[in-house]
């Protein structure tokens, strides 16, 4: 079993930054595909990114390609979600989750992933 707490959120001006951060509980951490997420108001949780058991394969969102910034280290049970050049439509909950273990990078589906945190609040003006 794995507890998750994000933070990091914040009120951000656009072209800004923030970096999220995602702080597990237990032993099995290092062996989960770990997920960002973010749900907007009225709209569906979307996938972000994610980063296989290893560190070794990511896997980004169109939408955030060349801006976000997944890693993990394995070590403190953490996983980093680097945001640069926020833009507004990047408000919304974020949340980190723990998915298939001993996988790759490559789980978009928010059903894949067993595991969640509580959220964090994003907010982008302009």
């Known amino acids: 079993q794995v507890q998750l707490v994000e933070s990091g959120g914040g009120l951000v001006q656009a072209g800004g930054s923030l970096r999220l951060s995602c702080a597990a509980s237990g032993r099995t951490f290092s062996s989960y595909t770990m997920g960002w997420f973010r749900q907007a108001p009225g709209k569906e949780r979307e996938f972000v990114t994610a980063?296989?058991?290893?560190?070794?394969?990511?896997d980004y969102a169109d939408s955030v390609k060349g801006r976000f910034t997944i890693s993990r280290d394995n070590a403190k049970n953490t996983v980093y979600l680097q945001m640069n050049s926020l833009k507004p439509e990047d408000t919304a909950v974020y949340y980190c989750?723990?998915?298939?273990?001993?996988?790759?990078?490559?789980?978009?589906?928010?059903?894949?992933?067993?595991?969640w945190g509580q959220g964090t609040q994003v907010t982008v003006s302009s």
């Open positions: 989750a723990a998915g298939p273990r001993y996988s790759g990078a490559y789980y978009r589906a928010v059903r894949e992933y067993g595991y």
């Open positions: 980063i296989g058991w290893s560190g070794g394969s990511t």
